[in-house]
């Protein structure tokens, strides 16, 4: 059973193009997450969603808004794309809380040309 | 925000020695701290992890070691295998705060 899933898997398209990555998790977390792990292998946070809610939202730019319609789904939908936004961006979730295990999903290798 | 200062940033070990990593925090609020081993090309998993209440944690061969007076904490493995090549993440968190602060990662490789 996949718990924390992502698509598509891959994604390649040309600067200026518009995409979206979509994420679903079937471990009843009320909080998901989205990370961008650049060519450097750091994790760095994006967003957090608590039942729908945003609730974290680093500085990142604008183009990137992520879209949470249930509980289960969170997606993230990139605007005008650039070189610099090739990267693996995973999805995550977990309970409430900072203080609990994050499930990641497999990623999703952008790479923008 | 937490800053956490993870190192080295790379370690080579010989196949059954032990392998020690890093991580140091700045949030004092901080008292979650697991560990993610990520496999070339897999997901971050969680391999361990620790709150500030207990000050020392053991699964088989891996072990991490908490000291909050000098906010830092460690991971131990020791009878390194071939199959604990990878890149490994400290991470900390207030238990009232959502965010996961991650460390910069370790990319540990064990010659056979």
């Known amino acids: 059973d996949t718990a924390v899933s992502q698509t598509p898997k891959y994604l390649v398209t040309q600067m200026g193009n518009d995409k979206s990555i979509k994420c679903e998790q079937n471990?009843?977390?009320?909080?998901m997450y989205w990370y961008k792990q650049d060519s450097k292998k750091f994790l760095k946070i994006m967003f957090s969603?608590?039942?729908?809610?945003?609730?974290i939202n680093e500085t990142v730019p604008n183009r990137f808004s992520p879209k949470s319609p249930d509980k289960a789904h969170l997606n993230l939908h990139i605007n005008s794309l650039e070189l610099g936004d090739s990267a693996v961006y995973f999805c995550a979730s977990s309970d409430s809380g900072g203080a609990h295990e994050q499930y990641f999903g497999p990623g999703t290798r952008l790479t923008v040309t | 925000g937490e800053n956490v200062e993870q190192h080295p940033s790379t370690l080579s070990v010989q196949e059954g020695d032990s392998a020690v990593i890093k991580c140091t925090y700045s949030d004092s609020a901080s008292n979650y701290f697991p560990w993610y081993k990520q496999e070339l090309g897999k997901r971050p998993q969680l391999i361990i992890d620790?709150?500030?209440?207990?000050g020392e944690k053991k699964d088989q061969r891996i072990a991490v070691t908490l000291n909050k007076t000098a906010k830092h904490f460690s991971l131990h493995i020791t009878e390194t295998q071939p199959e604990d090549s990878a890149v490994y993440f400290c991470a900390a968190s207030p238990s009232n705060d959502y965010k996961l602060s991650f460390g910069a990662g370790t990319t540990v490789t064990v010659r056979a």
């Open positions: 620790i709150r500030s209440n207990v």
């Open positions: 471990l009843g977390h009320d909080t």
């Open positions: 969603y608590n039942n729908k809610e945003l609730i």
